[in-house]
């Protein structure tokens, strides 16, 4: 199914690799105020728990998605699709694919955190199934906002 909406879109679902971190950090620094380092993005490719998914158009990455998983838990840690190719179904793609794996890898509960106001993200997140289960206060910085924690069952 996944597979069959990629070519659909046009759109490769890879690993992230360390040459595609350049294009990935220019889409966190256009999608956030307090954007990820490199080092960050650079730890997730490698980091034994972790899933780090790029979306590819021709040869450009549009997108990205870090996630964890440790036993039967997983943890959304940032998605982002790039300004020019917002509103056209990537940011779901990224998703799925993503839902997909941890269902193979016996994940039962995932959770995000998101900013309360961040209301496109709550929707696509609510679109899968996700809940509100809880908050954290003043999570985010730069501006200061509590973040929507959302668990999904799988």
């Known amino acids: 199914m996944v597979e069959d909406s990629l070519r659909r879109k046009g759109l490769t679902i890879r690993e992230m690799r360390e040459s595609d971190l350049p294009s990935v950090i220019e889409i966190e620094r256009l ?10 993005f650079f730890n997730e490719i490698y ?9 590819i158009a021709g040869e450009r990455v549009i997108g990205y998605m870090c996630a964890n998983q440790i036993a039967d838990e997983g943890h ?13 179904g990537i940011a779901n793609t990224l998703v799925e694919n993503i839902l997909e794996e941890l269902k193979e890898n016996a994940c039962r509960f995932l959770y995000l955190e ?31 906002e509590d973040a929507v924690i959302m668990m999904l069952r799988l």
């Open 47 to 55: 980091k034994r728990h972790s899933t780090a998914k790029v979306a």
């Open 76 to 88: 959304i840690l940032n998605l982002a699709v790039h300004p020019d190719f917002r509103g056209r």
């Open 31 to 40: 999608s956030f105020s307090t954007p990820w380092s490199e080092t960050s």
């Open 114 to 144: 998101v900013r309360a106001s961040n209301n496109v993200a709550r929707e696509l997140y609510e679109g899968f199934g996700f809940s509100v289960v809880g908050a954290r206060k003043e999570y985010y910085t730069e501006p200061k």
